[in-house]
């Protein structure tokens, strides 16, 4: 028996036993190393709070339970394969599977984790992975001018990335000045939305607010582009369409991480963006992104004080010892 935590009902989660089913040819056995919690979606999941409209779309890939609870949720996994096929055996993986101590995926279901690249840090591969759909879906250019309002995992991997840009001008924007630091750890500079510099060629805006698309807008220069992250559940957003955006041609673009961004899906895969993903977790900057971390038991207390602002940051790393 292994163990698993589940959430039990809108703010209560616990660590239960779980069956682990003998392994089939073509499937792996993981022994979980480290998980990330995704503070915005799992927090929202804890409380309860998916709306039902969004039940099927919001569901993990090796989820089990259904919305709102009890629920197994996760994608946030990197482990090392005990067994199953030999070029796999031994090697540390990444997978988008729940917080558990060991589990069974089929071997097409794990990315092999690059040497270069610590399994602590690894657990940020599905954040930099949606970082990098949207970096597609952008296209920059060099010498672009461009913001990134909403300094979250997200929007925070997204500043990194762009940042790699040549002559690029990348401001990390946030209502909260304490991303103060953060920013000047990715290497990229930080402004409050009042500070922010307009004239932007692009703006990336991740802060699923109203005031931030509302900024978005206000930032962009003559035929600029807002690619917009956020997801707002079920509520409305309410923008000035009557002011700058005709007269300035503005264009607001979704890019959402479930679709390979349309610039490269005639060439690339689910896996070839992943794999650009852990490349780039090489670089020991993206460890800002990591604020905390925990044991495995206590994943119950954590989660909570998460989802209830107790617990500050941006990814939260859980550890299983042994």
């Given amino acids: 028996m292994e163990r698993a935590f589940w959430v039990r009902s809108a703010g209560h989660g ?67 394969v005990e067994d199953g096929p ?19 995926v089929p071997a097409t279901a794990v990315t092999v984790v690059p040497d270069t690249v610590p399994a602590g840090r690894a657990i ?24 990134v309002i909403g300094a979250g995992m997200v929007g925070a991997s997204v500043a990194k990335v762009l940042a790699g840009f040549p002559a690029v001008r990348v401001q990390l924007v946030d209502s ?21 510099r307009d004239g932007c060629d692009l703006v990336v805006h991740a802060s699923a607010t109203e005031a931030g698309l509302v900024r978005a807008l206000e930032l962009l220069a003559e035929d600029g582009e807002v690619i917009e992250m956020s997801w707002y559940g079920d509520r409305r957003v309410s923008l000035p369409l009557g002011e700058w955006f005709h007269s300035r041609r503005l264009t607001i673009r979704a890019s959402q ?33 990591i604020t905390g971390e925990s044991p495995f038991d206590e994943l119950p207390r954590v989660m909570s004080s998460l989802a209830n602002g107790e617990l500050p940051g941006l990814c939260h790393r859980i550890r299983y010892d042994g």
């Fill in 124 to 147: 940020l591969a599905g954040t930099v992975e949606t970082a990098v759909n949207a970096v597609w879906d952008a296209a920059p250019m060099a010498g672009d001018r461009i913001a």
């Fill in 176 to 196: 909260d000045p304490a991303k103060a630091g953060i920013a000047a750890a990715l290497g990229v500079e930080f402004a409050t939305p009042g500070q922010a």
């Fill in 257 to 289: 991480v479930g679709a390979v961004a349309k610039a490269r899906r005639g060439s690339r895969g689910y896996a070839d963006r992943l794999a650009v993903a852990l490349d780039l977790l090489a670089d020991p900057g993206f460890d800002a992104l």
């Fill in 14 to 80: 616990e660590v239960e036993p779980v069956h682990v089913h003998q392994h089939a040819p073509g499937e792996v056995l993981v022994r979980t190393l480290f998980s990330g919690v995704s503070r915005g979606t799992e927090t929202l999941v804890f409380r309860g709070e998916v709306p039902r409209s969004q039940w099927e779309a919001m569901r993990a890939p090796f989820q089990e339970g259904d919305f709102p609870a009890p629920v197994k949720y996760g994608y946030l996994n990197v482990g090392v």
């Fill in 86 to 104: 030999a070029h796999l055996t031994g090697k540390t993986v990444f997978c988008l599977y729940p917080h558990q101590t060991r589990y069974v």
